[in-house]
């Protein structure tokens, strides 16, 4: 059973930045993508960022431009940036892993961007 660990989240005032981290608890080549989702309160979750095996990523328009997913083998450790914050980005913050059987998801980060 894979267990993913999240940590970085906090209270940042808007035009601030943020790491979040996501610790894997196996080697996470193991999965083939991996990925970030959020959730506001009220809101469904969302897909904010997603990193495949081979290197590539895609962002949510919201993000685009302002938010950076990457991971480090060496860590089994996934990261995601967050620059020039927006109130709008306040939600917990999700880590998820895929293979080809299963979903895995962490426990979750509370963001919070209020001035």
């Known amino acids: 059973q894979e267990q993913l660990v999240e940590s970085g989240g906090g209270l940042v005032q808007p035009g601030g930045s943020l790491r979040l981290s996501c610790a894997a608890s196996?080697?996470?080549?193991?999965?083939?993508?991996m990925a970030w989702y959020r959730q506001a309160p009220g809101k469904q979750r969302e897909l904010v960022a997603v990193?495949?095996?081979?290197?590539?990523?895609n962002y949510d328009d919201s993000v685009k431009g302002r938010f950076t997913i990457s991971r480090d083998n060496a860590k089994n450790t996934v990261y995601l940036q967050m620059n020039s914050l927006k109130p709008e980005d306040t939600a917990v913050y999700y880590c998820?892993?895929?293979?080809?059987?299963?979903?895995?998801w962490g426990q979750g980060t509370q963001v919070t961007v209020s001035s």
């Open positions: 196996g080697n996470i080549f193991s999965f083939y993508a």
């Open positions: 998820t892993a895929f293979t080809t059987q299963n979903t895995y």
């Open positions: 990193i495949r095996s081979v290197g590539s990523t």
